[in-house]
Nanobody, 124 residues
Framework: QVRVVESGGGLVQAGGSLRLSCAAS??????YSWFRQAPGKEREFVAG??????????YYADSVKGRFTISRDNAKNTVYLQMNSLKLEDTAVYYC?????????????????WGQGTQVTVSS
């Protein structure tokens, strides 16, 4: 059984930092992304990472570029999202998605497996 599980969400003040983790079990994947969904809004792409051989590729939404960093730990089959300089508008449920694709998809249909989501709340 394949499972994708996020952790690390919480409440943080604006300007603060959080690190989200995404652990997959049951199979390995070569592409992961983080999406987020704020109340009343569509789920949107945040950041993605994929690897091929010794090369790793990342891609970020403009809204988080320079503030968020996506990384991986192959030994733990875990992907991280380090979020710095958090803003009120970063408040959302953050979802991890996994797939085996030769590219980083930025739409929901590009991923086969999803986690249950973790809440991130940024307060003023």
């Amino acid at each position: 059984q394949v499972r994708v599980v996020e952790s690390g969400g919480g409440l943080v003040q604006a300007g603060g930092s959080l690190r989200l983790s995404c652990a997959a079990s049951g199979r390995t994947f070569s592409s992961y992304s983080w999406f987020r969904q704020a109340p009343g809004k569509e789920r949107e792409f945040v950041a993605g990472i994929r690897w091929s051989g010794s090369s790793t590729y990342t891609y970020y939404a403009d809204s988080v570029k320079g503030r968020f960093t996506i990384s991986r730990d192959n030994a733990k089959n875990t992907v991280y999202l380090q979020m710095n300089s958090l803003k009120l508008e970063d408040t959302a449920v953050y979802y991890c998605a996994a797939a085996n694709r030769p590219f980083i998809a930025t739409i929901r249909s590009g991923y086969d497996y999803w986690g249950q989501g973790t809440q991130v709340t940024v307060s003023s």
